[in-house]
């Protein structure tokens, strides 16, 4: 079956633009994170879904980030006011139930101008 | 503080050789403990999870679990260049998780 996607796979964009990146999970997968990851570190979590609630949010820089999760599937991550810091790869992935294993989207690369 | 931990490395092995990865975390209550490959340019693939102390084969990887000391380990037997990758080691802390900085592992012809 299909894998994990997003989209798209690269964004550039200007310092203060507002961004939308997109994940489509696994079908029937009710668990999804959002992780960004730098050059040479692992992935740093963000958020993580439970159906359509963000069950765990601790992970958010802070609010200029924001992610819904409307009907449990699709799910997007948006960044307002986007500073050169935020410059990293977003990465989503779905599992079948917390604390199971997490399969990984190919990652959306974001350049902040 | 939530944090793994795990030698950047790189990690060096000779083609046919054990190569052994290991990773300790800080949180005694943590319960899930998962090992991730990947390679440069692309997403972390799942190679094996492990709940309970002891020994977990899958082929050519041994994923070992000490709760005691806190610590999970990766043993690569027969250890290829398609192996060369850096290896992720990730741990639950609640509803989220946290990934060490990875192994950069090379596997030399």
């Known amino acids: 079956g299909a894998g994990v996607s997003q989209t798209p796979s690269n964004k550039v964009t200007e310092k203060g633009k507002y961004v939308e990146l997109r994940c489509d999970p696994i079908s029937g997968h009710t668990a999804l994170y959002w992780y960004r990851q730098s050059l040479g570190q692992g992935p740093e979590f963000l958020i993580y879904f439970q159906g359509t609630g963000a069950a765990d949010d601790s992970g958010l820089p802070n609010d200029r980030f924001f992610a819904v999760r409307p009907e449990g599937s699709v799910s997007t991550l948006k960044i307002q006011r986007t500073e050169r810091g935020d410059s990293a790869v977003y990465l989503c992935a779905s599992s079948p139930g917390h604390n199971n294993e997490q399969f990984f989207g190919p990652g959306t690369r974001l350049t902040v101008l | 503080q939530k944090e793994v931990e795990q030698n950047s490395g790189p990690l060096s092995v000779p083609e046919g050789a054990i190569a052994s990865l290991n990773c300790t975390y800080s949180?005694?209550?943590?319960?899930?403990f998962f090992w991730y490959r990947q390679y440069s340019g692309k997403s972390p693939e799942l190679i094996m999870f492990?709940?309970?102390?002891g020994d977990k084969e899958d082929g050519r990887f041994t994923a070992q679990l000490n709760k005691a000391s806190q610590y999970v380990s990766l043993l690569i037997r027969d250890s290829q260049p398609s192996d060369s990758a850096t290896y992720l080691c990730?741990?639950?802390?609640?509803?989220?998780?946290?990934f060490g900085p990875g192994t950069r592992l090379s596997v030399l012809p």
């Open positions: 492990i709940y309970s102390n």
């Open positions: 990730a741990v639950n802390y609640g509803q989220n998780f946290v």
């Open positions: 949180d005694r209550g943590s319960q899930s």
